[in-house]
């Protein structure tokens, strides 16, 4: 067989404290299968204390690389690195006290499912943090950059932005497009911080095209940026 995927799900029923290492990682597969690994916390919080780090590693996978993700409830007052391999937040309710890495040409990605609540920590690195759909920014404050392409943030969270929230809207090739993002929370934009809204269009089927993004904040916008 080709393109084949084997996954494994490591489920913590009863919660999980880690204070050492977690590595989300791969065997060796033939060039063109992979496998993807589950971080999932079925029951109870992972909380990942200050020494603890967890990892996205690519380990020993050649040509096709499969997936990374976490799933369930965490608190993560340490480390957590997507320097080597991006990695997914899926289903999972994720409060940052501390550090997310994301390294060049990798991906941090909020999806479906997923809550990121900043907390009080910090979005690092020099990869892309990203919200998609069915993913959500919640409660603390946002540092670093986030790319908030069709996410939300929910009426029951309050996010204060210090680093760069951009609104990314590309529709392809279409004559007219529109899209709306919902901020249902409150929101203070504080000082230092960026609201970057990046509607774009490229059709080349069509002449004298229009991209519209609305950005709709239903609960109040505060700006010292």
């Known amino acids: 067989y080709s393109n084949q995927r084997a996954t494994l799900t490591v489920d913590f029923q009863k919660g999980l404290t880690n204070a050492g290492l977690i590595e989300l990682s791969e065997g060796p597969s033939s060039s063109d299968d992979a496998g993807n690994t589950v971080l999932h916390v079925s029951g109870g919080t992972l909380i990942n204390e200050a020494t603890g780090v967890i ?17 369930g409830t965490v608190l993560n007052n ?3 690195n997507a320097i080597d391999h ?8 994720f409060t940052n006290n501390a550090a997310l890495n994301a390294g060049l040409g990798k991906r941090i990605t909020v999806g479906s499912g997923a809550r990121l609540n900043p907390g009080t920590g910090e979005l690092l690195g020099e990869g892309i943090f990203d919200v998609r759909s069915g993913g959500q920014l919640g409660d603390g404050t946002l540092k670093g950059s986030v790319l908030f392409y069709d996410g939300t943030v929910p009426a029951d969270a309050t996010l204060t932005n210090e680093g760069v929230i951009e609104f990314p809207y590309q529709p392809g090739n279409t004559r007219t497009a529109s899209v709306t993002r919902t901020v249902a929370g409150a929101f203070t934009n504080a000082n230092g911080g960026v609201l970057r809204l990046l ?3 490229n059709a080349p089927s069509y002449l004298r095209e229009q991209a519209t993004l609305t950005v709709d904040f239903q ?5 010292a940026g």
Do not use: F
């Not at 991006?86 to 309710?93: A, E, I, K, M």
């Open 55 to 71: 990892e996205s590693l690519v380990g020993a996978a050649t040509g096709t690389i499969g997936s990374r993700s976490i799933k």
């Open 78 to 80: 340490g480390t957590v």
């Open 86 to 93: 991006s990695l997914t937040l899926t289903d999972v309710t």
């Open 199 to 201: 509607p774009w269009m």
């Open 219 to 223: 609960n109040g916008l505060t700006n």
